[in-house]
């Protein structure tokens, strides 16, 4: 599967770099609900905004990651919760909710007592039965240190996320920037569930 770290973006090919890439993701909420501001650790030019789209009924929520410069929305990323209480992210396309739209989904497999954490991505989005997943999320979010990576380990990273005030996302060459800064903002909501409460801003900002 060539996405996303071979020959084609999968969302826009101006966030498909031939070289090292670093990025600052910061918290920006605002009276919407959750938001953050994406700029590049190269000159701090502002690359990307994240923007509540709407809050449904506990069921879904929605975050649109938008062009900075242009406010053109790029993909849309959805929180899905089963009536047992499990619960898994989208990416879209744009703004679209179909199949068709659909560019990844990411799945929260961290175990019970287990130290740190683990999240599988789906890059078709199905992740039915005993898949395999395409990345593989580790690290420990509450530690700050995060690695996305084809196997799970440290010597097949395509990218690291790091999280103190605000999240430093480091990139390697050929990977879709707009996949892994919009896999930060699905980290964050998976440890900020509430995220329009006082409490949980104050807890991602001093980490838990």
């Known amino acids: 599967m060539p996405w996303p770290w071979e020959s084609k973006a999968a969302v826009d ?25 994406i700029t590049s650790s190269e000159g701090g030019a502002a690359v990307l905004q994240v923007q509540t789209d709407h809050v449904g009924n506990g069921n879904l929520r929605s975050l649109v990651v938008l062009d900075a410069a242009s406010h053109d ?12 209480g499990l619960k898994w992210w989208e990416a879209f396309r744009g703004r679209g909710t179909s199949g068709k739209d659909r560019l990844f989904a990411a799945m929260d497999k961290t175990q019970f007592m287990q130290m740190g954490n683990t999240v599988h991505i789906f890059l078709d989005g199905d992740s039915s039965g005993d898949r395999v997943p395409d990345l593989v999320v ?4 509450s530690r700050g240190t995060m690695t996305v990576s084809r196997r799970g380990g440290d010597a097949d990273f395509v990218a690291q996320i790091r999280k103190e005030t605000n999240y430093t996302v480091w990139i390697k060459p050929g990977v879709d920037q707009t996949f892994v800064l919009a896999l ?8 900020c569930p509430y995220f329009d409460t006082p409490s949980c801003k104050n807890s991602c900002r001093h980490g838990r």
Not at 73 to 84: C, I, K, T
Not at 138 to 141: A, E, H, L, R, V
């Open 13 to 37: 090919e101006r966030f498909y770099a031939q070289k090292p890439t670093a990025f600052t993701v910061a918290r920006a909420d605002n009276w919407r609900g959750a938001g953050f501001n």
């Open 73 to 84: 929305p790029l993909l849309a990323v959805e929180e899905f919760r089963s009536g047992d």
């Open 138 to 141: 580790s690290g420990s979010y």
């Open 184 to 191: 930060t903002v699905i980290l964050d909501q998976m440890h």
